[in-house]
């Protein structure tokens, strides 16, 4: 078994892909490269391919997930390996310089090690396979679009233009032995409260505040338990209030003279339980819906409320003795590696992938403190993700 790969060559890519912006949504050139290297490395341009989740995406997408399927040159069932195409907007601009044993921004960007050392290390282990003529399993390679922007590659592929694998590999985050298991789910949904304005000096009791509507379901929603950090016996989440305001951004009401008529507020729920998260969610409904049909005015009338919520993303949480687990728990012993399951409370491509029947590991290659300008590429681990992925594309 193979297990060396060309750190020279691993370092010149990365350097090359961390030069190349793409910020989320603005793929195009980096996925060109990909490609471009990919085939200048031998490997034949019909295997790789981008699919149309550009056009399913409800946002400008320059391109659709570049998708790379090799035969396999060994008998075994299609196994796949993923990775996000795209950088925060903060990497607008960046420039790496290896400073002693880490990759860092030139200037007062963030790097987008996150998540182009998952992008490196997949092209490097695509390349190695070929230059040096590895046996592997039938390989899918999946670069996703616009996951820092709401996981949106990860939730259009189509499975049918996977070919079937029965596994995958996502890489995206630090430490390569942190073995990602499982993931929160999300919901987000959004409030808008219809209250009427009225002159604030001389008519105060004919106006339905909206704002002091909004602050009353709140409070009520604290007073219950169902804010922030949230345990009701076995279960637990979190929820936020992320925007609260009024129309287009704007604030909530205008003047100080003015009852407030209107009121927008957007957040958020999670949890490890599905079902708990649409409890969070429930619980905010039923505050605000409480409060708006009680509320009213001098006049008898009621506010009028609007709810509307979405699953952004589901959580997981994959079976001990699954074979995605396993394989990596082994590779890594092999590469002399201590093998860590984690959970994580985020969402990343992952949460599309299981959600759609494929168990689906992730494991870091090399960056840290992602989406600031303190971010920085550790490249030791940035090697053990290329060897890591070397080994899995042989018999994972
Ligand atoms: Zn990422």
């Known amino acids: 078994m193979n297990t060396q790969i060309d750190k020279k060559q691993c370092l010149n890519d990365l350097i090359k892909f961390l030069s190349i912006e793409g910020i989320t949504g603005e793929e195009k050139n980096i996925a060109n490269a990909v490609e471009e290297d990919l085939v200048n490395s031998?490997?034949?341009?019909?295997?790789?391919?981008?699919?149309?989740?550009?056009?399913?995406?409800?946002?400008?997408?320059?391109?659709?997930?570049?998708?790379?399927?090799?035969?396999?040159?060994?008998?075994?069932?299609?196994?796949?390996?993923?990775?996000?195409?795209?950088?925060?907007?903060?990497?607008?601009?960046?420039?790496?310089?290896?400073?002693?044993?880490?990759?860092?921004?030139?200037?007062?960007?963030?790097?987008?090690?996150?998540?182009?050392?998952?992008?490196?290390?997949?092209?490097?282990?695509?390349?190695?396979?070929?230059?040096?003529?590895?046996?592997?399993?039938?390989?899918?390679?999946?670069?996703?679009?616009?996951?820092?922007?709401?996981?949106?590659?990860?939730?259009?592929?189509?499975?049918?233009?996977?070919?079937?694998?029965?596994?995958?590999?996502?890489?995206?985050?630090?430490?390569?032995?942190?073995?990602?298991?499982?993931?929160?789910?999300?919901?987000?949904?959004?409030?808008?409260?219809?209250?009427?304005?009225?002159?604030?000096?001389?008519?105060?009791?004919?106006?339905?505040?909206?704002?002091?509507?909004?602050?009353?379901?709140?409070?009520?929603?604290?007073?219950?338990?169902?804010?922030?950090?949230?345990?009701?016996?076995?279960?637990?989440?979190?929820?936020?209030?992320?925007?609260?305001g009024g129309k287009n951004g704007g604030s909530s009401g205008q003047s100080p003279n003015t009852v407030t008529d209107y009121t927008y507020i957007k957040g958020e729920s999670r949890s490890y339980d599905q079902n708990f998260v649409s409890e969070i969610t429930d619980a905010f409904e039923q505050s605000f819906t409480k409060i708006c049909d009680t509320f009213t005015n001098a006049d008898g009338e009621k506010p009028n409320l609007k709810f509307s919520r979405h699953t952004d993303y589901y959580s997981f949480n994959l079976n001990f003795n699954e074979k995605v687990i396993n394989n990596a728990k082994s590779k890594l012993s092999t590469l002399g590696l201590e093998p860590k399951l984690v959970k994580i409370s985020g969402g990343f491509d992952a949460n599309w992938l299981v959600k759609k029947d494929i168990p689906t590991i992730t494991f870091g290659a090399g960056h840290n403190m992602c989406h600031t300008v303190?971010?920085?590429?550790?490249?030791?681990?940035?090697?053990?993700?290329?060897?890591?992925?070397?080994?899995?594309?042989?018999?994972?």
């Open 42 to 244: 031998g490997i034949p341009r019909e295997y790789i391919k981008y699919d149309n989740s550009n056009k399913k995406i409800p946002l400008p997408t320059q391109v659709g997930n570049l998708i790379v399927k090799l035969p396999g040159t060994i008998k075994s069932e299609r196994i796949m390996f993923s990775c996000h195409l795209d950088t925060v907007p903060l990497c607008k601009g960046a420039v790496p310089i290896i400073k002693e044993n880490k990759i860092i921004p030139k200037g007062n960007t963030a790097l987008g090690g996150d998540n182009r050392t998952g992008v490196a290390s997949l092209v490097s282990m695509l390349k190695t396979l070929y230059k040096n003529n590895i046996p592997h399993s039938p390989i899918t390679v999946l670069f996703t679009v616009r996951e820092e922007s709401g996981l949106w590659g990860a939730r259009k592929v189509e499975v049918k233009d996977l070919d079937k694998p029965v596994r995958c590999y996502n890489i995206d985050g630090g430490s390569t032995n942190e073995i990602v298991i499982g993931a929160v789910g999300c919901d987000r949904w959004e409030i808008e409260i219809f209250g009427k304005a009225e002159h604030a000096g001389l008519a105060p009791e004919k106006g339905i505040s909206s704002s002091m509507i909004a602050s009353l379901a709140l409070a009520d929603i604290q007073k219950n338990g169902w804010f922030g950090k949230i345990v009701k016996g076995e279960k637990s989440g979190t929820s936020n209030v992320g925007i609260f």
């Open 374 to 396: 303190g971010e920085y590429v550790e490249i030791d681990d940035y090697f053990n993700a290329c060897n890591l992925s070397l080994l899995l594309a042989q018999d994972g």
